[in-house]
């Protein structure tokens, strides 16, 4: 070797070095911005997938999941402005704690004997079992069908991990492509569910045996946990996946003749031998790389490839189901849309009240002489707490007490009287139930009353906004007296304890 | 004091409430104050005018 020779390769040799120290040097800077360019690619093909699930009206599953049920109720902590704010950055909504799993025997009921629904076999037992031949029954199941979906997507921004569809990063090696665009059908799509009206009432049922864990899931500081309970679920089976290679349609492609998939064992001629060599070949390849030969590919050229994706079993794609407030002292609050709330949709605020004021008045009165008959430390100790309660009595009558003594005619109490002091403060609970009945039948009275009240001479003018005066102040006592009552410790323990335990 | 009679009414919450929801609405009314601390002689149902149920107690002492 001449030492003309020798310096030139000791240039290259240096010249290679210096590349790969200065590739070195670059992978390490950039390390964190593709690291976060990924994260994002990843978060927008989850949200395009999501997308399109949504467009259906159904609350995305993402990762596919076969373990999601009508009955599953999930607790949901997060305020819902937050759940809507990340259902909408994102898409789709993690699955939360998955609180209980109820089953319900009613589906043979619910869809009247068809779709295979059996006696004491709840869906999708029945369709996930194979039969004879082996082969799973899921054609029996109420089938449904999802619009096409559309999107583009480059190589390098770990699509694989992201795509639910694993053929996808296949087709892209195929075709050699850095980028492309497609489209996916979702197929063989099956949908079961219950109605809202049996899965509520389960839910209920279940919140009632329950009441001491939701309890610790009260409303605080005016914001609500939430029971998300799925009572439908949207399943597939199969996806049909098309793609065209972007950069072919770009400045860079050939004009003329597709070209084929280019592979070592095609031969120059033949065309139809040779591609269906090269499609079996492929799918031999799909069958090495993805276990379980699950991907079929259909058409493969260098400009588009086709293929079908075959899941073992169906999986959830989505769901629909609906929200249940957790309200005070444990109980549930009336179901709400789950998609109309994450959507933001303006919907009609349910009436969350259980029972008419004056009949929950009286059934405190019922539950509070049946404590006193009682002899158990328990119900002693909820006694206690309910006497303790005294003290929520102001110390004099924020107002005057009102019934009717005739039709049309009010009469006022001789000792429940504006300023006058509270004589109940001594009668422990006994005092406070009767301040909240002379507060009722003060608010009954004077509602009534009053719209129809004299208010000729000025006497009656002054006589009729005197009592108007008095209506607001009962009501005001009334509602200040409720709320505090109604969320003490005291009183949910002592109803838990005379009506819940009974039945336990 | 001497006792006497006295009457206190309660309106029907709607005209058209049936035998059962004129009931419990009665029970809750007795359940509560101040007719519950009441010595109630007789309840009369009133029919004619405006429905509802007169309620006589005795009032004051022997």
Redesign the interface.
Known sequence: MDNENFDRMRTELLRVISLMTLAAIMVLLTGGCTAALRNSELEKVAKDWSLVIRASQVIPVYPLTEDLQPGDVLLVSSPIEEQAALYKKRGFLPLDQHLVRLYSRDFKKFYNSRFGTKDNAIPPAQWQTPDDKGELNWKAAPHAGFPTYQFSVTTGSGLNLAFPVEGVPVALGLMHAGSASGTVTIADTYTYGLDIFHVEKMVRSWGIRNRKLLRSYAPRDDKNHFLRVVNRVYLTGRVNVTINNDETTGGEARGGADRPIDLIMAKESAVTQNYSSVISAINRIASDQIPGGKVKFAIASSRSVSFSETFERPLVIGYVGFDMPILTGGRLGAPISTLAQLDGAITLEPYQGTA?E??R??AL??MYEDLRSRKESDSQQALAGLDNLARLLPPTYPFS?Y???????VRK?LD?VKGAEVKQKTQRFRGV??????A??TVETLR?YLPTAPRETEAQKAATAELGDELKAAEESLRDMSRQLYQDRAVLDAIDGVFLDAGE | MPQEE??????DKSADMSTTDRT??L???L????N??RNISRIER?IE??P?WNIFYWSGSN
């Open positions: 008419d004056s009949y008045l009286s009165t019922f007490a019934e009717f003594s005739d039709p049309g005619t109490d429940f139930l009767d301040y909240l009945g002379y009722e039948t009534s | 006295n009457k206190a009414f309660i309106k419990l609405q029970s809750a009314t359940a509560k104050a101040p519950v601390n009133v005018g405006t509802g």
